[in-house]
């Protein structure tokens, strides 16, 4: 998922930036180092793919607002924003949930998950390629761990990754309780107690509205839509 390039960027680019002044910190200077100028535009091709690269999108900017602030949460909020865009990521998502702490999951396995998901769309050479691909995705996100031989592992929690997990679900419409038991959730691997907390801390950073009592969990992640996305999100009045 480019994470050390997406990493250059995020420290080199004001939180402000346009996808032009990317390009250009890709392409015209050469902020990810790459030796040709194709290489250049591949990358920016790809990792906007991968991003969008664009504070239009909500996904995006507020995965730099949050890793702003908490730093060690960007490999898994960049891991949720690539499965929110990328089919391919997500599909591989239901191997990778089912397996158990510490249980291997060959490449191979992958690679027939997705041609069950995918019959017929991608030649062997592409399967290989896609399993090896995602799988190292998911161990740069914590969900895997080891080099040649990947083991299931548990990501590590923190409230950044945890508030941003539930703010896309939010996106995608789900509301209270439903936030606590999502694919999202199990993303980040967090238990209620988890996501309540993660919820306090990112109230106190005025990334959300929490309140919970009397058996009901109000959650509105409005504070980090700008207004064009709060009229979309409410419709006309």
């Not at 996808?19 to 250009?24: D, G, I, K, L, V």
């Not at 158990?100 to 490449?107: F, Q, S, T």
């Not at 990947?150 to 990501?155: L, M, N, T």
């Not at 950044?160 to 980040?188: E, H, K, P, Q, T």
Request: net charge positive.
């Amino acid at each position: 998922m480019m994470l050390d390039e997406l990493l250059v960027l995020q420290n080199r680019c004001p939180q402000s930036a346009k996808r032009s002044e990317f390009q250009t910190a890709i392409e015209q200077d050469n902020a990810l180092g790459k030796p040709t100028f194709s290489s250049r535009q591949k990358s920016f091709r790809h990792l906007v793919e991968l991003y969008g690269l664009d504070p239009q999108f909500a996904l995006f900017r507020n995965l730099r607002l949050i890793a702003s602030v908490d730093p060690q949460s960007l490999p898994l909020c960049a891991a949720i924003c690539v499965f929110c865009r990328d089919p391919q990521l997500r599909a591989s998502f239901d191997l990778i949930a089912s397996k158990k702490e510490g249980v291997i999951v060959p490449r191979a396995e992958m690679e027939e998950h997705l041609e069950r998901i995918f019959p017929g769309r991608f030649s062997a050479a592409m399967k290989k390629s896609l399993a090896q691909n995602v799988n190292t995705t998911w161990t740069v996100s914590g969900h895997l761990a080891g080099h040649s031989k990947k083991v299931r592992a548990i990501p590590r929690a923190r409230f950044g990754s945890v508030c941003y997990a539930a703010f896309a679900g939010w996106l995608s419409g789900l509301r209270g309780d439903f936030l606590l038991n999502s694919i999202f959730a199990n993303l980040v691997a967090a238990n209620s107690g988890t996501i309540l907390s993660a919820f306090r801390d990112g109230s106190a950073h005025g990334w959300l509205r929490f309140r919970s009592g009397g058996g009901v969990m109000e959650i509105d992640f409005s504070p980090l839509l700008n207004e064009n996305e709060i009229a979309l999100l409410h419709g006309p009045h």
